[in-house]
């Protein structure tokens, strides 16, 4: 859900910049207010040995930015209450690689992480398109998870997320960084390569967050905000 902004200066219009790039998020977010809001999405197995989380966001607690967990299994992309972190737990489980303490200064921020299995700086977290960490990634693939895929939150029930999501992409690849940073700032049409699920956030109202890859619809809880 983006939307170019314009400044003029002398005969020339200059894009806005917001958070280091030339974006503006349009009025078409979601806004999650920490304490129970959250949306679930019917994607259940993100299996297999590489994948990619990215969206945009602003606020100040990420906690379960983007989510999946049953159990001790897990893929969560922006984790924790203050220095967030990204987290599997088929590799290094809580100890992960941080987001960038940046990410929840409270301005739009493009937030991704990547990961391939068994290969040097094969789990990679990228801050506006910049590499924060990487290291050589462990050699056991994601397993199925089988539960739904949530935004904002554990399950629906704890460790709710602050702020504003726009644009989460999810991939079944891992995405470089010339391609983060190409198409950060630009909507997809939703039929790339290894693209398997894309929330614009477009809706503007109503309780569905539409999937523009897919079926994957998301259910709005508790009242996120438009």
Same mark, same amino acid.
């Given at each position: 859900?983006?939307?170019? /902004?314009?400044?003029?200066?002398?005969?020339?219009?200059? =894009?806005?910049? #917001?958070? *280091?790039?030339? #974006?503006?998020?349009? $009025?078409?977010?979601?806004?999650?207010?920490?304490?129970?809001?959250?949306?679930?999405? =019917?994607?259940?197995?993100?299996?297999?040995?590489?994948?990619?989380?990215?969206?945009? !966001?602003?606020?100040? %607690?990420?906690?379960?930015?983007?989510?999946?967990?049953? *159990?001790?299994?897990?893929?969560?992309?922006?984790? *924790?209450?203050?220095?967030?972190?990204?987290?599997?737990?088929? +590799?290094?489980?809580?100890?992960?690689?941080?987001?960038? +303490?940046?990410?929840?200064?409270? &301005?739009?921020?493009?937030?991704?992480? %990547?990961?391939?299995?068994?290969?040097? +700086?094969? !789990?990679?977290?990228?801050? @506006?398109?910049?590499?924060?960490?990487?290291?050589?990634?462990?050699?056991? =693939?994601?397993?199925?998870?089988?539960?739904?895929?949530?935004?904002?939150?554990?399950?629906?029930?704890?460790? #709710?997320?602050? &702020?504003?999501?726009?644009?989460?992409?999810?991939?079944?690849?891992?995405?470089?960084?010339?391609?983060?940073? &190409?198409?950060?700032? /630009?909507? /997809?049409?939703?039929?790339?390569?290894?693209?398997?699920?894309?929330?614009? #956030? +477009?809706?503007?109202?109503? %309780?569905?967050?539409? @999937?523009?890859?897919?079926?994957?619809? &998301?259910? /709005?809880?508790? $009242? =996120?905000?438009?």
């Amino acid at each position: 859900a983006f939307m170019r /902004l314009a400044l003029m200066v002398g005969m020339l219009i200059w =894009p806005a910049v #917001f958070g *280091g790039h030339a #974006f503006a998020q349009a $009025g078409s977010a979601l806004s999650f207010d920490g304490t129970d809001d959250y949306v679930s999405i =019917p994607l259940t197995d993100l299996s297999g040995s590489e994948i990619t989380i990215e969206y945009w !966001f602003k606020g100040s %607690t990420l906690q379960s930015a983007v989510r999946q967990q049953s *159990g001790s299994n897990y893929i969560v992309a922006g984790w *924790g209450s203050g220095s967030s972190k990204h987290i599997l737990s088929n +590799d290094g489980g809580t100890a992960g690689i941080s987001v960038g +303490d940046d990410a929840t200064d409270g &301005g739009w921020h493009h937030i991704a992480m %990547t990961w391939k299995q068994n290969s040097p +700086d094969g !789990f990679v977290s990228y801050l @506006d398109g910049k590499i924060v960490e990487k290291r050589q990634s462990g050699n056991t =693939p994601i397993p199925n998870i089988n539960t739904s895929l949530i935004l904002g939150s554990f399950g629906g029930g704890s460790e #709710f997320t602050s &702020g504003e999501l726009d644009e989460v992409r999810i991939w079944n690849v891992a995405r470089t960084q010339a391609q983060i940073q &190409g198409n950060m700032n /630009l909507s /997809l049409t939703g039929k790339e390569s290894g693209l398997v699920a894309y929330y614009k #956030f +477009d809706n503007g109202s109503g %309780t569905t967050l539409a @999937d523009s890859a897919g079926s994957n619809n &998301g259910t /709005l809880h508790n $009242g =996120p905000s438009w």
